[in-house]
T-cell receptor, first 112, second 112 residues
Framework: TQLLEQSPQFLSIQEGENLTVYCNSS?????LQWYRQEPGEGPVLLVT?????EVKKLKRLTFQFGDARKDSSLHITAAQPGDTGLYLC????????????FGKGTLLTVNP | NAGVMQNPRHLVRRRGQEARLRCSPM?????VYWYRQLPEEGLKFMVY????????ESGMPKERFSAEFPKEGPSILRIQQVVRGDSAAYFC??????????FGPGTRLTVL
């Protein structure tokens, strides 16, 4: 069974601070997605990383896929209250059925 | 460009009743996935369907749960004789073949 461990589980910071959240596994994934989920809503896709060592930037968000494709990180610069939400990573083990394995998420609160 | 639609958004059932959850994929998406999110747990894969075919149902409980994606109309997740442990948020996602999954807003099922 493939598992994705996300850390920290909870993170509360002040507006303007930087933060990094992590997604780790002992398994190799062919791709990894990051989603953000707000209360009462479904996950919204932020990015997909595919290549080991890949770095993708989305405004103030920087996503990195580990060289061995077993781990990933999300770094947010100058966090804003609008960044508040549950950040989920999900790995795709490959194959034709594209079954995603999700971590439990990091619940981020950015205080004004 | 409508996203993934799910209805109802909230569903209350008494123990022993049936629950029917509907999902209309995004336009142009032929693949549908169902996930369940229990309190304090991550999203868990349940089933992957294409039109008129169940591709992977390895995450579905063996009894009481079934899913379909007919040629016409939405995908349906059906739970017969619901029990309190079925209370959860059920999410549907859709994708084109081999591409990223986009999630709907979910159906929150409460079993009394």
């Amino acid at each position: 069974t493939q598992l994705l461990e996300q850390s920290p589980q909870f993170l509360s910071i002040q507006e303007g601070e930087n933060l990094t959240v992590y997604c780790n596994s002992s398994s190799v994934f062919s791709s990894l997605q990051w989603y953000r989920q707000e209360p009462g809503e479904g996950p919204v896709l932020l990015v997909t990383v595919v290549t080991g060592g890949e770095v993708k930037k989305l405004k103030r968000l920087t996503f990195q896929f580990g060289d061995a494709r077993k781990d990933s990180s999300l770094h947010i610069t100058a966090a804003q209250p609008g960044d508040t939400g549950l950040y989920l990573c999900a790995g795709d083990s490959g194959g034709s059925n594209y079954k995603l394995t999700f971590g439990k998420g990091t619940l981020l609160t950015v205080n004004p | 460009n409508a996203g993934v639609m799910q209805n109802p958004r909230h569903l209350v059932r008494r123990r022993g009743q049936e629950a029917r959850l509907r999902c209309s994929p995004m336009k142009g998406h032929s693949h549908v996935y169902w996930y369940r999110q229990l309190p304090e747990e991550g999203l868990k894969f349940m089933v992957y369907l294409q039109k008129e075919n169940i591709i992977d149902e390895s995450g579905m409980p063996k009894e009481r749960f079934s899913a379909e994606f007919p040629k016409e109309g939405p995908s349906i997740l059906r739970i017969q004789q619901v029990v309190r442990g079925d209370s959860a948020a059920y999410f549907c996602a859709s994708s084109p073949p081999g591409r990223e999954q986009y999630f709907g807003p979910g159906t929150r099922l409460t079993v009394l």
